[in-house]
């Protein structure tokens, strides 16, 4: 099939290219120039593993090219929408500008039959304002929403093999029948791999994402919270995790108390969530996201504050070592990291923070240009006071106490991720601090 792209950052650079190794003749439309002269020439704008890989074969078969003229989706039956819906300055709210300029651009390259695909996350109630737009004017395209949950890190995996595929469709039955013929054809390796497929309504589509967001969200806050009640019991929120994960109701999964969440999605989707319930006027309905939210940050503060507690409460001139800077590992988004947040505030406090990433510190470097960054693990650690784990990247899962003790001033260690063996540490004469641990 004929496939347009609009937008082609994490989520359609990678939807792309999917969709050109699937067999589909596939046109992805940008505007940045810097991302599409890499897309151009074959090459991944961002980290994500597999990509790279994935742009050369599905580019070698001539049937996926990028562009910054929307009048090259003329001609595609299918139109994907996967433009970027950051959270609203000076509000909780998702900005829509995006996908509201790319369905203005994409209008007067529609004719009857085309679908137009929302894959952006979107508050419940935008697909039904853009399928009046579309309607109104008058091309006989129609509208389908079909949401992403591809993770980053993972992305081209999920990309060629989702786990599960959703088609929100139109209320009226023609208009139903031409979306989901479309949608069956660009995705009939995957349903030919029996990939569970929920057909529903837009709202439900809609919701179906920012739900899934919300739960996971809600997980990693519910164990930060019981990581918060352990600080005062000394109870262990890893063995606590451990135990009721064994429940297969509960399962383990998302159930890592650390430094807590961040990223391009689940922080602005929680609090895009809420902003639309306001306006529903169900804005108690997800309140309890306030505190998913609020629980999530201070966890932030925790790690600061074992940090300053390790300097005696003087971290001025202090060195800090802070391992990771993604806000998870195998990827380079920097949006809303955990970890990125957390080496600013030390700065802010007059450490001398030394920060190093294995793919992320271009990234970080043009948020916060500030910071010393150090490509070399031994040289962000040597002489430092306190080395801080924020991103568990393999690289930094498996030191070894011993080496990088000899490598450090102080052998303070905080574990932003409990993803270290306190009692190995402490064995090699380190001070060693996580998160809902004793
Ligand atoms: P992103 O910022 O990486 O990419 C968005 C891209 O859209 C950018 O490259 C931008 O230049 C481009 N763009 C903006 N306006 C455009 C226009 N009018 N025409 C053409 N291109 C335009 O964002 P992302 O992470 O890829 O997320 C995109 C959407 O997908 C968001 O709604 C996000 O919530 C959702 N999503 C993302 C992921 C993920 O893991 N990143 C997963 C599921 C859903």
Redesign the pocket.
């Known amino acids: 099939m004929r496939v347009s792209v ?9 939807h792309a290219a999917a969709m050109a190794q699937l067999g589909h003749d596939v046109v992805g ?4 120039a810097v ?1 599409l002269a890499a897309l151009t020439r074959g090459e991944a ?2 980290f994500e593993p597999g990509l790279p890989e994935l742009l050369v074969e599905a580019s070698s078969t001539g049937r996926l090219r990028f562009t ?1 003229d ?1 009048s090259a989706a003329k001609g595609a039956t299918v139109h994907f929408i ?5 959270q609203l300055k000076g509000s909780n709210a ?1 900005d829509l ?3 509201d ?2 369905i ?2 994409l209008l007067p390259h529609l004719t009857a039959g085309d679908v137009v695909v929302g ?4 508050p419940v109630g935008t697909a039904a304002r853009l399928a009046a737009r579309i309607a109104e004017h008058g091309s006989g395209a129609v509208l389908a929403w079909n ?6 890190g993972f ?1 081209v995996k999920d990309s060629l093999a989702p786990d599960r595929i959703v088609f929100g469709l139109p209320p009226e039955p023609a208009g139903a029948a031409i979306a989901e013929a479309a949608l069956r054809g660009v995705y009939a390796a995957a349903l030919a791999a029996e990939t569970p497929l929920v057909i529903t309504n837009y709202s439900t589509a809609e919701l179906v ?1 920012v739900a899934a967001n919300a739960f996971l969200a809600t997980k990693i806050s519910f164990i930060n919270a019981m990581a918060e009640i352990a600080e005062v019991t000394g109870a262990d929120a890893t063995e606590l995790a451990d135990a009721i994960g064994l429940d297969g109701r509960i399962g383990r999964r998302f159930l890592g108390a650390g430094v807590g969440f961040g ?3 689940l922080p ?2 929680i609090r895009g969530f809420m902003a639309r319930a306001e306006e529903l006027g169900r804005g108690e309905s997800v309140a309890f996201l306030k505190e998913v939210d609020a629980i999530n940050l201070r966890r932030r503060q925790r790690v600061i504050d074992h940090v300053v507690d390790l300097l005696d409460h003087e971290p001025f001139g202090k060195t800090v070592a802070v391992l990771g800077l993604a806000f998870k590992p195998h990827s380079d ?1 920097v ?1 809303d990291s955990p970890a990125l947040d957390v080496a600013v505030r030390l700065k802010g406090l007059g450490a001398e923070v030394r920060a190093t990433d294995p793919q992320a510190i271009e990234n970080a470097r043009r948020q916060h240009p500030q910071l010393d960054y150090r490509t070399s693990f031994e040289e962000t650690v040597r002489g430092a006071d306190v080395v801080v784990l924020v991103t568990e990247w393999d690289e930094y899962r498996y030191l070894d106490p011993e080496v990088v003790g000899a490598l450090v001033s102080g052998r303070n260690i905080v574990d932003g991720r409990n993803s270290y063996d306190p009692a190995r540490w402490r064995a090699a004469g380190w001070t060693y601090r996580g998160l809902g641990r004793p």
Do not use: H, N
């Open positions: 609009i937008g082609c950052g994490y989520l359609g650079a990678v439309v940008d505007m940045d991302k704008p961002f910054d929307i996967a433009v970027g819906t950051p998702a500008q995006y996908v300029a790319a203005e651009q894959k952006s996350t979107v949401p992403e949950f591809l993770r980053e992305a994402k990223g391009g999605c602005k989707d988004d949006r």
